[in-house]
């Protein structure tokens, strides 16, 4: 059974993470702060929102950081080398953008790693550098899907509490030395997985073919107690 990770726009309410970009890229502009850690959930979103970058006018390559999101605690030993699913949904306001990449079945930059917030280190890293070529340049001012894979690396000696962070960043190139509107989309009610539709209210996600198994805290019995039930399987420690 497969997780699939919605990006919300939530901080996370965890502690401890990251307060900087961990790519091995150098950012030549940011959206969010890099100390921003949104929400990565299994939980659909409610209503579409985005991060919007005004490009750099030049027709050198840059790098732009958008944001980092953060999944709930996990409780899990490692991830294994697998194939994972990206999905978003982007705007360019012209075609000189090159966005969200110059071409046809061009790969996009992924950012994936594991997190250990007790100690505030990174334990491993799924991938940073080029997704599969599967992604496409969208039309002018047309909010359109981009859906495709990427390769992740096994992350090994996980331990409970350990969170999946991911970065959303992209490569441009322009064709013009001009400054365009880049919109990257989430927060959606739909989740559409055919690229280059056309979409209003987009869920962005990443997808594991593995089952997470997420960390659910121990129970202390009070009166009129709340007790927090996880949708996937659960470790009660």
Not at 100 to 121: E, F, I, L
Request: proline share 5%; net charge neutral; with cysteine.
């Amino acid at each position: 059974m497969a997780t699939r990770l919605y990006f919300r726009s939530a901080s996370s309410g965890l502690s401890d993470l990251p307060t900087t970009e961990q790519s091995t890229l150098t950012n030549n502009k940011v959206v969010d702060a890099l100390t921003v850690n949104r929400t990565l959930s299994e939980t659909i979103g409610t209503g579409q929102t985005s991060l919007v970058l005004a490009s750099n006018a030049t027709t050198s390559q840059q790098n732009y950081y958008y944001s980092r999101f953060v999944s709930d605690e996990l409780n899990m030993a490692s991830l294994p080398a697998q194939t994972w699913t990206y999905n978003f949904a982007t705007r360019q306001t012209n075609l000189g953008g090159n966005f969200p990449a110059g071409s046809s079945n061009q790969p996009v930059y992924v950012n994936c790693y594991v997190w250990r917030p007790s100690t505030t280190t990174k334990v491993g890293t799924v991938l940073d550098g080029n997704s599969a070529g599967a992604y496409d340049e969208i039309a002018a001012n047309a909010e359109r899907v981009g859906h495709g894979t990427f390769s992740g690396a096994a992350v090994n000696s996980m331990a409970a509490n350990d969170v999946l962070v991911f970065e959303v960043w992209f490569r441009i190139t322009q064709a013009s030395a001009t400054s365009y509107t880049l919109t990257w989309f989430y927060e959606g009610t739909t989740a559409n997985v055919t690229k280059n539709t056309t979409v209003t209210n987009h869920a962005s996600f990443i997808e594991s073919p593995q089952n997470f198994t997420f960390f659910i805290p121990p129970i202390v019995a009070t009166p009129n107690a709340v007790v927090k039930v996880h949708p996937k399987p659960i470790a009660i420690v």
